[in-house]
């Protein structure tokens, strides 16, 4: 796959990288129709609300220190604005830094979807320029601007006389893919075309492609036993720093799903490797991940040092809490870039994993190459029952009725709870970092055993609520309302 | 005409779902793009008996907007009347539905005959915001659930306040105006929140009246249940806060609703001999703050700037400085509501503004001298502003963050006193 960033527009992930949001079958089932290419999801006549692409795309450029984003569209579209102002002065406060980026809308209204409205956007992005004075302005399309044809690449390219910033036009139309995570490919995709120069000089630095930086400090110390410096995108980065990503020794990433574009990009256009390994979490990924990282910055001897040194610390201890989760049962809900490292780090931990849920799949990456992370659990003879399912809670509610696992373990907003009013214990995978490395992978152990053993909040809460389905859902096989692509 | 929204204070007119959300046991049935309702709902308390990851949505693609997406809107209606177990579904179209040009309602009449009612507002994104999508859903109630009643329930009264989740504490606030019915020895209907629901919405016409209690938001709805359903209503623009705006507001509901006024006016006595028992103790807290002056702006809807500024300076003694009302108003009610600003004790007109641009709002208070530590009540926006002039500063509307409301409330004798603790919990946080 080649990555054309002379245009502003990113091809979806169902038609880049054949990814599919519909599927019930088993993990073989679905890693071996992958890799053969015999691949082909399902759609639903019955649907449950999702999330929007440009809520992915927007909210990772607007962590961006001092930038301005303008999404261009009904008042709605731009509702995250405020929970932006939130996220990012918290973000910054909490790293000792400031940031000035904005969140702006346009309200557009119902005369501007049949007479068009550009030379108000026009006016607005240069308003915002001025009151702001941000680094680099990102200009946002909407599903309605989308549909009535408004033109933003004429209005970016005309404003790049009069604003010595980038100015850089991003197509978030909601309507053009399932996958929200295809604004993250969005959000990289702007800045590979509008932001990063061509290198000058090599670094010692590691792009670290991450949601909210929360083990920035200890990431920081474990790299410079390598000489390396990680440097943690997109939150708090500066306009600056991204210049310079193709500079770094390599590109590595918390989650596939949200680092393949960057990574694979700069790899393709800057020769910056991109660590293809599996990610850093539990112990099998993190020490598959470091290596990877040894192996091409060169520094495998220090790695191994390292990886040794700490594995005389952690791995007694890990050792120690598996023997009390030996057997338990689970359910995983989470993107894929989760969904199929947890499996893997809960096989280490000796927990079975009865049905895994992937909120997307994509059958390969930029590279052209199967997840890792799926590639792993093949070649491990790791299988179970899995389905591919963007959030339908519905489907997770009637499967969690049906196997009544001992927990679930999801990741997302509002995916958490619907366990737990069933009485399954439950423990939301929010932080990106939770099971990062050795401690952290130790941390998480230690807190699935604490779940298990204090019911209480999940037994009170059952006993007392009603879950909103039917009783006729619950007697029908989870593929009721799949078929066939047309 | 587009306009710049810096500071945003509003969403769109789809985030009606979040009223059909608070009438329980009713379901938003959505007609537009697969991630309208994550965007547009509160991010916390959204594991109610249902959310916006259980809202039937068409999930609109591509291809829908080229060929239209009627067909996936009947199989999603069809569908949710099986699996997903409410007593209403509300259908709402977004943006795509209505640009590229579905008939709907064609699709929605299919189900006249369903087993339980589905009805369908109009609420595509640009055709307003979320107080203009709030008045479409509940007129779309009236026009497909509601008939003139020849019943009626002697002293029934339809309470119609806050906009459900826009403002948050609209869960203990309608609880608690419905304590002043009842204490007023009337009976409340309402039909948001804890075990409000269909039941609710039937017994809207046997009511003797519509109660209004905002300063524009629902009164466009009551004049239509006024035309459909022959139900009187009475406009009162204040939500009342405190004493002296709440007993005002029991005197009127009162001699509208024919309660004796020896009965009204023993239960004033008693409710502000309650009051003023706390005001008298903590009087010295108000009275001795060091580094709070008089003057206070309230950034909020009209529904909040009015309250709060009424409630500021008729009750508590301070004095207004600039009122800023940023909810688009429409314009006709412009006027009006200015007027009610102007009716304040001791002939004090506040001076109010109405604006969606935050970044005027903020260099208005920049400029203007509070003759001391200012006073601001507004959105989360407004915590810049109040740090960078040194105010003290409580959130009490659109967008609130960094605080948990559950079913705290702001109305009547007690909700006065609730909003003087919030306030003064922030004054004392720094040296007094």
């Not at chain 2, 309230?298 to 940023?326: E, R, S, W």
Request: with cysteine; net charge negative; glycine share 6%.
């Amino acid at each position: 796959m080649t990555i054309n960033l002379n245009s502003s527009n990113v091809g979806t992930r169902e038609n880049r990288l054949g990814s599919i949001t519909g599927y019930i079958g088993s993990l073989s089932d679905l890693a071996s129709q992958s890799e053969c290419g015999t691949l082909r999801g399902c759609a639903r006549c019955f649907s449950q609300s999702s999330s929007c692409l440009s809520m992915c795309a927007l909210s990772e450029l607007n962590r961006i220190r001092n930038v301005a984003v303008i999404h261009h569209g009904p008042a709605g579209c731009s509702v995250v604005a405020s929970l932006q102002e939130y996220l990012t002065k918290q973000l910054a406060a909490k790293r000792g830094v400031t940031t000035n980026s904005v969140y702006i809308g346009t309200d557009m209204n119902e005369r501007d979807t049949i007479f068009g409205s550009t030379e108000k956007l026009r006016d607005i992005v240069l308003q915002v320029n001025e009151r702001y004075h941000p680094e680099a302005i990102f200009v946002s399309s909407s599903c309605a601007t989308g549909i009535i044809g408004e033109d933003i690449d004429s209005v970016v390219d005309d404003l790049k006389a009069d604003i010595d910033v980038p100015v850089i036009a991003v197509h978030c139309e909601g309507f053009k893919s399932r996958i929200w995570a295809t604004g993250f490919d969005i959000a990289d995709h702007a800045v590979l075309s509008g932001i990063v120069k061509p290198p000058k000089q090599k670094r010692n630095t590691i792009n670290f492609k991450n949601f909210y930086e929360s083990a920035r400090d200890e990431i920081i110390e474990i790299f410079s036993h390598f000489d390396l410096e990680p440097i943690f995108l997109y939150c708090n980065s500066s306009i600056e720093e991204l210049e310079h990503i193709s500079e770094a020794a390599a590109t590595t990433c918390i989650c596939g799903t949200l680092g393949n574009y960057l990574g694979n990009g700069l790899e393709e256009k800057y020769g910056v490797p991109y660590i293809h390994s599996i990610n850093p979490l539990g112990v099998q990924g993190f020490e598959a991940w470091l290596r990877e990282i040894g192996r091409v910055t060169d520094r495998s001897e220090v790695i191994e040092n390292y990886i040794q040194e700490q594995r005389a610390i952690y791995i007694p201890q890990i050792d120690e809490i598996k023997r009390e989760l030996q057997g338990l049962k689970a359910v995983i809900g989470m993107g894929p870039g989760y969904t199929f490292e947890v499996t893997r780090v809960l096989n280490e931990l000796g927990i079975e994993v009865v049905w895994a849920l992937a909120w997307h799949y994509d059958k390969k990456y930029e590279d052209g190459q199967v997840p890792p992370a799926m590639k792993y659990l093949l070649d491990n003879q790791i299988d179970f029952e899995a389905s591919v399912s963007d959030q339908q809670n519905y489907e997770v509610i009637n499967i969690l009725n049906k196997y009544k696992p001992d927990l679930f373990l999801s990741r997302h907003p509002g995916s958490t709870v619907w366990a737990s009013k069933q009485g399954i214990p439950a423990v939301s995978v929010q932080d990106e970092f939770m099971i990062f490395g050795y401690k952290h992978t130790l941390e998480f152990a230690k807190t699935l055993l604490d779940t298990i053993r204090n019911r209480s909040f999940e037994d009170n809460l059952a006993k007392r609520v009603k879950l909103p389905y039917t009783e006729w859902w619950y007697q029908q096989n989870i593929a009721s309302f799949m078929e066939s692509i047309k | 005409m587009a306009k710049i929204l810096d500071k945003q204070r509003y969403k769109c007119a789809m985030a009606a779902m979040q009223t059909v959300q608070a009438i329980e046991r009713a379901i938003p049935v959505l007609h537009s793009g697969p991630g309208c309702a994550h965007k547009l709902s509160n991010l916390i308390g959204n594991s109610g008996y249902f959310s916006p990851n259980i809202y039937p949505c068409t999930s609109l693609n591509e291809k829908d907007v080229v060929f239209g997406g009627a067909k996936k809107l009947h199989s999603t209606i069809e569908n949710s009347l099986k699996v997903i177990d409410a007593d209403l579904y509300v259908v709402l179209t977004g943006c795509i539905p209505e640009i590229v040009g579905d008939d709907t309602e064609e699709v929605v009449e299919q189900f006249a005959d369903a087993e339980k009612p589905v009805i369908y507002a109009s609420t595509a994104g640009f055709k307003g915001n979320n107080y203009i999508g709030h008045e479409k859903v509940i007129d779309a109630i009236t026009d497909g659930l509601l008939s003139p009643s020849e019943e009626k329930i002697p002293g029934l009264v339809n309470i119609w306040a806050d906009v459900p989740y826009q403002d948050e504490y609209w869960a203990g606030n309608y609880r608690a105006l419905e304590e002043l019915i009842r204490d007023l020895g009337l009976k409340p209907n309402t039909i948001f929140g804890y075990q409000r629901g269909i039941r609710q919405i039937q017994d809207i016409p046997k009511a003797e009246f519509n109660l209004v209690i905002s300063p524009w938001v629902g009164v466009k709805n009551a004049k239509h249940m006024e035309k459909k359903l022959g139900l009187p209503f009475l406009h009162y623009p204040t939500l009342p806060i405190g004493a002296f705006e709440t007993s005002k507001f029991l005197r009127t509901v009162g001699e509208y609703a024919g309660v004796p006024s020896e009965k009204v006016e023993a239960l004033i006595r008693e409710k502000e001999e309650y009051y003023y028992h706390y005001i008298e103790r903590f009087a010295d807290l108000f009275l001795e703050t060091r580094v709070m002056s008089k003057q206070f702006s309230v950034v909020a809807d009209a529904h909040y700037a009015l309250a709060v500024t009424k409630f500021l300076v008729n009750d508590l003694g301070l004095f207004p400085a600039q009122q800023f009302i940023v909810d688009d108003t429409p314009k006709e009610f412009r006027e009006p509501i200015r007027q009610y600003f102007e009716e304040l004790n001791y002939g004090i007109k506040a001076e109010t503004i109405f604006e969606t641009d935050g970044y005027k709002i903020h260099n208005a208070i920049r400029e203007h001298d509070y003759h001391g530590y200012p006073l601001i009540l507004g959105g989360y926006w407004e915590k810049s502003i109040a740090e960078e002039t040194k105010a003290h500063f409580l959130n009490i509307s659109y967008p609130i963050q960094e605080r948990l409301v559950m079913n705290s409330f702001y109305v009547g004798y007690d909700g006065g006193l609730r909003l003087l603790e919030d306030i003064y919990t922030v004054a004392r946080s720094r040296f007094n």
